[in-house]
């Protein structure tokens, strides 16, 4: 989902750099790392974050990355059968 199909379903819009910084946040990365990575001082990625937050009326990075980050899904386990 990106633009316009977030808000079809009901979640308010991001732009271009705030999904960025959720999907940089999804990969585990801090606001420093994530300033390093976009050559931008935490300062501003914290400012995103704020705006991100304001928007989407959540207050965790946890809750942003569930609401903007589509679950990818595992393989099937693999189950080995010895022979006998």
Same mark, same amino acid.
Request: charge should be positive; proline fraction near 6%; avoid cysteine.
């Given at each position: 989902?990106?633009?316009?199909?977030?808000?079809? +379903?009901?979640?308010? +819009?991001?732009?271009?750099?705030?999904?960025?910084?959720?999907?940089?946040?999804?990969?585990?990365?801090?606001?420093?790392?994530?300033?390093?990575?976009?050559?931008?001082?935490?300062?501003?990625?914290?400012?995103?974050?704020?705006?991100? $937050?304001?928007?989407?009326?959540?207050?965790?990075?946890?809750?942003?990355?569930?609401? $903007?980050?589509?679950?990818?899904?595992?393989?099937?386990?693999?189950?080995?059968?010895?022979?006998?």
């Amino acid at each position: 989902m990106v633009g316009g199909a977030f808000e079809a +379903a009901g979640v308010p +819009a991001l732009t271009g750099r705030q999904l960025e910084i959720v999907s940089l946040v999804g990969r585990g990365l801090t606001n420093r790392e994530i300033a390093e990575h976009l050559e931008i001082r935490p300062a501003t990625v914290k400012r995103h974050l704020e705006r991100i $937050y304001d928007r989407t009326g959540v207050r965790s990075r946890a809750a942003v990355v569930a609401r $903007y980050m589509q679950p990818v899904a595992a393989p099937a386990p693999v189950i080995e059968r010895a022979l006998s």
